[in-house]
């Protein structure tokens, strides 16, 4: 009895440690996207190739910090190191340097996957604060658009 007691201890003391982690636990918060084939949203995740914590928006948001705080500081505002735009309208997905939607911006086109933002630019808005700045874990926030310009 006793060693099962000590195994029980083990494997449990394994499991936690398990969902602590950032790669099992792939924790979501607010917002979240609403729709049940999660297509007509950007998501981001803060490690390459789709790892690490995980947000999704359905709408624009200038401000990502506030979003998806769970073991995230900060919110998701200068996280991002992988994302995807699952647009179900076709839309461009602006990414901004700054909060507001202000700043160099960068665009990831409709079904377009990043899957590692340390080798992608803020390339538009010459002239801007954070122009041709590499855009892992610099991004503040994002909007919708039909056009990148």
Known sequence: MRLLHKG???????VAALLASPVAAQATGTPVCPSSDGTGCLYAWTWYNN??????????DGNWGDDCPEGLSGGFRNQASSLENQSSHGNYARLYFHPSYTGAWACVGPGEYWNDLSVKRFNRGS????YNYVIDNEIAGFKWSTSCG
Do not use: K, P
Request: charged letters at 15%; glycine letters at 20%.
């Open 8 to 14: 029980l201890l083990a494997t449990g003391a394994m």
């Open 51 to 60: 790892e690490g914590y995980q947000c999704s928006w359905f709408n624009s």
């Open 127 to 130: 002239g801007r604060d954070g």
